[in-house]
């Protein structure tokens, strides 16, 4: 089975769940999508610390830019790291190889959120790749059926998260 295959039913999982729905739908306040960047932010500053990606996939600095654009709008936010975040971000920093977190958490930006980056508050930056089919190709280009255990387990870890996110909506 390839990798698409073996992680579909947990993919089509995350697509569903409530807080990614609304994001689709451009529901979401200003404040809950602030949350779900702080985890992104949470996520991606884990990955590119440890085991920087190729110089287009980068997402630390547009996810910072995201979120100052929208406390600028909102000084008396204060988001904070969820514990289902903090989980993902510990089994982050114990791997060796984080290429399928790096698939699963680079590949969602570059395609489903360019669907999203419409629906959010804000600009979106997070999602403005400076070449895209170069940060993509980077990845395809080592891709490997052998992640597919590790990406489930990272869908896990993003269900939780979006579980979590909304259940503090």
Known sequence: MN?????????????????NQRMFRGELKT????????????????????????????RCERISEDIHELLSLNPDLDPALLDSTADYRQHLRNLKDPMPHIYLNY??????????????????????????????ASIRSVQSDDWAEEVNLGFQYIISILDELQTNA
């Open 3 to 19: 990798l698409k295959e073996a992680t579909a039913a947990l993919h089509s999982k995350a697509e569903k769940m409530e807080f």
């Open 31 to 58: 404040e809950e999508y602030l949350m779900y960047l702080i985890q992104q932010l949470g996520i991606f500053s884990t990955i590119e610390h440890s085991f920087p990606a190729h110089v287009d996939l980068m």
């Open 107 to 136: 590949l969602a930006l570059a395609y489903g959120g360019q669907m999203m980056k419409s629906k959010v508050p804000g600009s979106g930056r997070m999602y403005d790749f400076d070449n895209m089919q170069e940060a993509i």
